[in-house]
């Protein structure tokens, strides 16, 4: 399974970016999507999952109430709205998927199989 991320870029504190992440594989629907973030110098850290069969979503306490993620309208795709950016949201995010993630393992980068490059997100102060 390929996955691509995009819609990053560079925005001022307080404004929104959308991301994509699309998959090559027609089985997506079975499969868990998360986002990940990784800031320079730091781990990766865990934004949001969405279990595709239910649309069952799981977001990190740090982005909760300025993040959401969803399906896409196209197909294969789930998105990440991200409002209200922070300097802190600074990061390559990345789009990670399995099908086979537990929903008490959706926060761990190392229970996906797939992920693609990444696209960075920089916000201005």
């Known amino acids: 399974v390929q996955l691509q991320a995009s819609g990053g870029g560079l925005v001022q504190a307080g404004e929104s970016l959308r991301l994509s992440c699309v998959a090559s594989?027609?089985?997506?629907?079975?499969?868990?999507v998360g986002w990940f973030r990784q800031a320079p110098g730091k781990e990766r850290e865990f934004v949001a999952a969405?279990?595709?069969?239910?649309?069952?979503?799981n977001i990190a306490e740090s982005v909760k109430g300025r993040f959401t993620i969803s399906r896409g309208d196209a197909k294969n795709t789930v998105l990440l709205q991200m409002n209200s950016l922070r300097p802190e949201d600074t990061a390559v995010y990345y789009c990670?998927?399995?099908?086979?993630?537990?929903?008490?393992?959706?926060?761990?980068?190392?229970?996906?199989?797939?992920w693609g490059q990444g696209t960075l997100v920089t916000v201005s102060s």
């Open positions: 594989t027609d089985t997506f629907s079975r499969y868990t």
């Open positions: 969405i279990k595709l069969r239910g649309d069952r979503t």
């Open positions: 990670e998927a399995s099908s086979s993630v537990i929903q008490s393992n959706q926060a761990s980068h190392t229970a996906y199989a797939y």
